[in-house]
């Protein structure tokens, strides 16, 4: 597997003094050439310095980073602009409200489109020169891509639907009064109108 050099983004108090900025990356560099006792060394500093270590662990971000790769060769420009692409198309996706599962899938999605977008364009530079057997090849590979992507728009879709609070309709002494808990996310027209088909009537004895 080719290595894939990753940026890590420093803030001032992320590794205090210089001695030890020199130190964690020394273990890291020797835990990569395959060192045991600086790779269990390194592992108690990593608390120490949580945003350091999560961007040295952000496995889908590797990933991410060598399919860009992959697709753009030495076309830096390219890179960096495809890198941007996924990062506004995080931002788009992402909604204040969200927790830790709705975060997982933003992420998937915006993984799975690249790898749609990869599958469709690697065929697009062969399909002159593919036989039927080899065009029906790369055509699954989209399939495949498509599906995977589909798949997490919709689970994505679904985990913020079941988020929704829905309007609670209760019945005291005659009167019928219509409440509805505070909103925590925003929802637009059609989630409202899907809401008003599952009121709930709920009868209160005094």
Not at 29 to 47: C, F, Q, S, V
Not at 86 to 106: F, I, K
């Amino acid at each position: 597997m080719a290595k894939i050099v990753t940026k890590v983004d420093l803030d001032g108090d992320s590794i205090p003094t210089r001695a030890a900025f020199d130190e964690f990356f020394g273990l890291v560099d020797r835990a990569n050439g395959g060192d045991e006792r600086a790779a269990k060394a390194l592992r108690p500093k990593l608390d120490v310095v949580p945003k350091v270590a999560e961007q040295l662990g952000d496995f889908a971000g590797i990933v991410r980073k060598a399919i860009v790769t992959a697709i753009t060769g030495d076309q830096l420009a390219m890179r960096e602009a495809i890198t941007w692409k996924l990062g506004a198309l995080r931002t788009e996706l992402a909604q204040p409200s969200d927790g830790p599962l709705e975060r997982l899938l933003v992420e998937r999605v915006t993984l799975t489109w690249l790898q749609v977008h990869q599958a469709e364009g690697l065929y697009a530079q062969k399909f002159g020169e593919l036989g039927i057997e080899w065009s029906d090849a790369y055509q699954r590979r989209i399939d495949r891509a498509q599906r995977r992507y589909l798949q997490a728009i919709r689970t994505l879709a679904q985990l913020r639907r079941m988020a929704v609070p829905l309007p609670i309709q209760v019945n005291v002494a005659e009167r019928q009064v219509q409440t509805r808990p505070q909103p925590w996310l925003q929802i637009d027209a059609g989630s409202v109108a899907s809401a008003r088909g599952s009121v709930r009537s709920v009868t209160a004895s005094a």
